[in-house]
């Protein structure tokens, strides 16, 4: 984790230093006392391990590990999850959201089996759906023992509320289904009743959405008197 986190920062500060390549927008912290600070967010239009300049969009990846915060009371400065519990930034006119969470791993490593990583927030409701960057790295063949690495970013899924916390999106001994999950959460069973028996994780966001809609619907049917 340390080593992903010194790798994204050294890339970040490499292409932040030419204005081309990255930007400043309006954006926020939240610290851990619960303070929000308004500021300015730095946002990059390099990808962190491709290098690659992005024509269109930009770059989420490093978002997930650190953010580079600035205001004029704590000047430029990175953040990491453990530094703040939350941050946004608008660009372009969309809205970002990360939230800093506890996570488990599995490692011989006691002090490695829980570490803070941002998560992006992708939907929220009554229910809060966030991703997480999984990052593979495997050598590229030809290239083993001389640094060449090729690396692949994937995404874990999950859902959250304030009662029951965070839960991976994925099949287990614990859930048969993704359905079992979001009954967990308290979506309605007569609205999953609806939806195909096999839910992919990829389509919970769209799922989330046609709720939100089928609930304002459901809200004001009218009543029929007998």
């Known amino acids: 984790m340390w080593i992903m986190k010194l790798l994204l920062t050294t890339l970040f500060l490499v292409f932040a230093t030419f204005s081309g390549f990255a930007k ?8 851990n ?14 990808n962190m391990e491709s290098r ?14 650190s953010v580079r915060f600035a205001n004029s009371k704590f000047g430029k400065k990175f953040y990491y999850p453990e530094d703040i519990k939350e941050f946004g930034f608008t660009n372009n006119g969309s809205s970002f959201h990360f939230v800093s969470e506890n996570m ?19 939907y929220k409701g009554d229910v809060t759906l966030m991703s997480r960057l999984v990052p593979f790295y495997h050598e590229i063949p030809g290239m083993e023992g001389w640094g060449g690495v090729n690396h692949i970013n994937s995404y874990d899924y999950y859902l959250s509320n304030s009662e029951i916390g965070l839960t991976r999106l994925e099949v287990s001994k614990t859930y048969k289904s993704i359905k079992d999950i979001l009954t967990l959460y308290g979506v309605n069973k007569t609205f999953l009743e609806r939806q195909p028996d096999h839910i992919n994780r990829f389509d919970v966001y769209g799922l989330l959405l046609e709720y939100d809609h089928w609930k304002r619907n459901k809200e004001y049917l009218p009543v029929l008197e007998i």
Do not use: C, M
């Not at 488990?104 to 992708?122: D, G, N, P, T, W």
């Open 24 to 31: 400043w927008v309006d954006g926020y912290i939240t610290l």
């Open 52 to 65: 690659a300049i992005l024509i269109r969009g930009i770059d989420l990846s490093h978002f997930y590990y």
């Open 33 to 46: 006392d619960g303070e929000k600070i308004i500021g300015k967010i730095n946002v990059p239009y390099v």
């Open 104 to 122: 488990h791993y599995k490692s011989i490593v006691k002090a490695e089996r829980e570490r803070s990583q941002f998560l992006q927030v992708l």
